[in-house]
């Protein structure tokens, strides 16, 4: 039986794109390989799913970066508001948190994945789970489309296969071998939104600690020391810049704005001869830092240096930094010379930490990479290359920062090629 479209893969892009398209009259079908569908969905923003960001277009494209120009046609069609109001729609409230991050009042995924099903079934399309495309072909002006049980026949597809982050949820990149056989250029996919690892001992001797607001930097350069031990460049040059929180593991860091700036690693031929340069104090400048020290010192010298940084800092971050600094802990604050002080305040502002690599795809929020935006017509989703094939989601090059941006690009670039399908 020949269906008027086909959709492969079911997760956030492709329960939109099949809604809309059956919406619109025309038969369509889901095909997904897992038992269940939106395994990623359940999974994204610690089981509450972060389905898109407190802005509007224009911050959605301006956080993509150059990539951004591609998405207008696919926000017009579908804003953060219109996403919103999907949801709300299906019975879902939803909830803005400080980061500007957009989740359901009840932080369930599971009523995210609910609310696409049931509109999913309201729209007449047919889910045929457990059914991993196995071959795909054009002929005439056919696709064909074969599983492990059944051959389908489509005058249009819609790929939303995903890419390769969280392979354990089926997204194994299955979709870029079909993709280039068509004659599609595959920009070479890497993880993005992942850890960052270390070898440096003092970093995952303080798993667990939070900190809440970090000017992270990614730098390349000659590592140097100082005396009292702080990593210092003789040449350093800024390759990303992030700030937010991040957290400290027993493999290196994790955290928004750890992941945030992961993708910058993974696309360096060297990621190891990187390091992570944090600012721990952001909101303060190194002469404010240097004058409260100073200050203290003249006030409370009897203070140990050690109780005063914790007021700034958790205590076990405070004793490393003292550490990396080559100030003892038990040191007073009068007995800090300027010397001392000022090696405090580069630790503060300026530790590094080397960076052996990242934890890869396995833990990987989205994939960098993908089929090249240069060969997706952006006002319709389809291929520039083979009429009728539509591509939306994360199989395409396109991957945002954290804080729901790949969510409604997802969202977005699925519904307009549902329009257009």
């Keep these: 039986m020949r269906w008027d479209v086909i959709v492969a893969g079911a997760g956030a892009a492709g329960l939109l794109a099949a809604i809309r398209a059956a919406e619109r009259g025309r038969r369509s079908l889901l095909l997904e390989k897992n038992r269940k569908p939106g395994a990623k969905i359940l999974m994204s923003g610690g089981t509450r799913c972060n389905i898109t960001h407190n802005t509007d277009a224009r911050g959605i494209v301006a956080a993509y970066g150059h ?7 696919a926000l017009a069609a579908l804003s953060p508001a219109d996403v919103v109001a999907l949801f709300e729609a299906e019975g879902v409230a939803t909830k803005v948190e400080d980061t500007g991050k ?22 007449g399309c047919e889910l045929r789970l457990g059914e991993p495309l196995v071959e795909f072909s ?3 002006n056919a696709f064909q489309l074969v ?12 790929i939303t296969t995903g890419g390769q982050s969280y392979p354990g949820c089926g997204t194994t990149g299955d979709a870029y071998r079909w993709l280039a056989e068509l004659g599609h250029t595959i920009v070479p996919p890497r993880p993005a939104l992942t850890p960052i690892t270390t070898n440096a001992t003092w970093v995952t001797s303080l798993k667990g600690v939070t900190i809440p607001d970090v000017l992270l930097r990614v730098v390349v ?6 005396p009292g031990g702080t990593p210092q460049a003789k040449k350093k040059k800024t390759l990303d810049e992030r700030r937010g929180s991040f957290l400290f593991t027993h493999f290196g860091l994790s955290g928004p704005v750890a992941l945030d700036v992961s993708r910058t690693i993974t696309g360096h031929p060297a990621p190891m001869s990187l390091d992570l340069e944090c600012d721990f104090l952001p909101a303060r400048s190194a002469g404010e830092i240097e004058a409260d020290l100073a200050s203290e010192a003249a006030s409370d010298g009897k203070r140990q240096l050690l109780g005063m940084l914790s007021r700034f800092v958790p205590r076990r971050l405070a004793e490393a930094l003292l550490d990396k600094a ?6 007073k604050a009068a007995e800090l010379s300027k010397r001392l002080r000022r090696q405090l305040v580069d630790a503060i502002k300026r530790t590094r930490i080397p960076i052996s690599g990242t934890r890869g795809f396995k833990k990987a929020e989205v994939t960098a990479g993908g089929v090249t935006l240069r060969e997706v017509d952006s006002s319709t989703m389809e291929s520039k290359l083979v009429t009728n094939l539509f591509l939306a989601g994360e199989v395409l090059d396109l991957d945002g920062p954290i804080g729901g941006y ?16």
Excluded: C, M
């Design 102 to 123: 957009i989740f359901p009042a009840s932080d369930r995924a599971t009523d995210v994945l609910a609310a696409l099903l049931r509109r999913l079934d309201r729209s």
């Design 67 to 73: 990539q951004g120009r591609f998405l207008h046609s």
């Design 147 to 158: 599983t492990p049980d059944s051959e389908y026949e489509a005058t249009a597809v819609i």
């Design 326 to 331: 080559g100030v003892s802990v038990e040191l």
């Design 221 to 226: 350069g000659e590592r140097a020391s100082i």
């Design 406 to 421: 790949n969510f409604q690009a997802a969202f977005s670039t699925a519904w307009l090629a549902g329009l257009n399908v």
């Design 138 to 140: 054009k002929t005439n």
